[in-house]
């Protein structure tokens, strides 16, 4: 009598368990199987450190299925762009609407040509804008703590709204934001900003670099708040 073999599973692979998406990730650095939440993708990611271990970490998922489906019921759905709906850009309300030429800001409303990659559109345009405020706040960060000014760049992490590369004898300072701070209010997006430039002085969270945030924006604490209660929100929103 033969034994069945086991399933080989991939990095990469999509699974249903107890009907919810599941997502197989390979991560060298992991030390364990473990489960996280993608919210910007409203799936699970079943981490394992090597892909040998993929069929454990299928397992697990298996036995945390009530957890899974407790985790993703709880984000909120995801909202498409459309016309006649309304972004919030810097904590400004604007109207999308559909119009002839270039995606554009027009006064309280955003116009988009009429087509299949109408939703793409307004998200590129709400990266440019991200791109171009945060820039400007990081300016006027680094000044403040006179700070040679970092390069800037925008993409769209799952796990954190900004990372700092601090200045070494060869390499300038980076600092990469999350574009979907735009759609938080702008205190908030200036938070994160201040948070990012006080790395450029301490590498660290310690008390000296919540010194340099509170001296830069005043008590983070609502901020952080903020950001906790929101993060899915932000995350679901897309083309």
């Known amino acids: 009598m033969f034994a069945l073999k086991a399933q080989r599973f991939s990095d990469g692979d999509r699974l249903k368990i107890g009907g919810w998406p599941v997502r197989l990730k390979v991560d060298g650095r992991a030390?364990?199987?473990?489960?996280?939440?993608?919210?910007?993708?409203?799936?699970?990611?079943?981490?394992?450190?090597t892909a040998r271990r993929l069929n454990e970490a299928v397992a697990f998922a298996q036995e945390k299925s009530g957890w899974i489906a407790k985790q993703l019921a709880a984000l909120p759905e995801r909202?498409?762009?459309?016309?006649?709906?309304?972004?919030?850009?810097?904590?400004?309300?604007?109207?999308?609407?559909?119009?002839p030429g270039r995606a554009r800001i027009e006064a309280d409303r955003i116009v988009a040509p009429d087509d299949a990659n109408w939703g793409m559109k307004v998200v590129r345009l709400a990266k440019r804008e991200a791109l171009a405020i945060l820039t400007e706040r990081t300016a006027v960060h680094a000044a403040a703590l006179n700070?040679?000014?970092?390069?800037?760049?925008?993409?769209?992490?799952?796990?954190?709204?900004?990372?700092?590369?601090?200045?070494?004898?060869?390499?300038?300072?980076?600092?990469?934001?999350?574009?979907?701070?735009?759609?938080?209010?702008a205190a908030?997006?200036?938070y994160v900003v201040a948070?990012?430039?006080?790395?450029?002085?301490?590498?660290?969270?310690?008390?000296?670099?919540?010194?340099?945030?509170?001296?830069?924006v005043g008590d983070p604490t609502p901020h952080r708040a903020w950001l906790r209660a929101h993060a899915a929100e932000l995350h679901a929103i897309g083309a």
Do not use: Q
């Not at 909202?79 to 119009?99: C, I, Q, W």
């Not at 925008?154 to 701070?181: E, Q």
């Open 188 to 190: 908030v997006a200036d």
């Open 31 to 49: 030390r364990r199987i473990s489960l996280r939440v993608d919210r910007a993708k409203s799936e699970i990611v079943a981490l394992s450190p």
């Open 147 to 185: 700070r040679p000014m970092p390069s800037v760049a925008v993409a769209d992490p799952k796990a954190r709204w900004g990372s700092c590369r601090p200045a070494t004898p060869r390499t300038p300072a980076a600092i990469r934001y999350s574009w979907r701070l735009i759609l938080a209010p």
């Open 195 to 216: 948070h990012e430039c006080a790395h450029l002085i301490e590498a660290n969270h310690g008390p000296r670099f919540w010194a340099l945030c509170e001296e830069l």
């Open 79 to 99: 909202m498409s762009l459309a016309p006649g709906g309304v972004l919030r850009l810097n904590g400004t309300p604007y109207r999308l609407e559909v119009g």
